[in-house]
Nanobody, 120 residues
Framework: VQLQASGGGSVQPGGSLRLSCAAS????????IGWFRQAPGKEREFVGA????????DYADSVKGRFTISRDNAKNTMYLQMNSLTPEDTAVYYC??????????????WGQGTLVTVSS
């Protein structure tokens, strides 16, 4: 089982970035998916999640309206589109999968994390 996150990097404030997370080793289409992040010196926090059908989006207030989670079950891949980035979005971003709606206690599989740095 593997969740391979990619797409992180450095971006200026106000910019956009799209993270991808490729899944393998399990039936991706049957899992809810989500993203978490951990900023330097802080605990990991929930970013957002969607169900196995791509419905019922749920986002943290801090990213609502700026971030969008999507999935392509044919490609076993999930995405996190991040717009209007601010320095407060700087963190390591982790993708995750759960048998139901993703929450921190329900995650069954974690990705390895990809670093996003927002700085001028």
């Amino acid at each position: 089982v593997q969740l391979q996150a990619s797409g992180g990097g450095s971006v200026q404030p106000g910019g956009s970035l799209r993270l991808s997370c490729a899944a393998s080793g399990f039936i991706f289409s049957r899992y809810g998916i989500g993203w978490f992040r951990q900023a330097p010196g802080k605990e990991r926090e929930f970013v957002g999640a969607i169900t196995w059908t791509g419905s019922m989006p749920d986002y943290a207030d801090s990213v609502k309206g700026r971030f969008t989670i999507s999935r392509d079950n044919a490609k076993n891949t999930m995405y996190l589109q991040m717009n209007s980035l601010t320095p407060e979005d700087t963190a390591v971003y982790y993708c995750a999968a759960a048998l139901s709606i993703v929450t921190s206690t329900r995650v069954k599989y974690w990705g390895q994390g990809t670093l996003v740095t927002v700085s001028s």
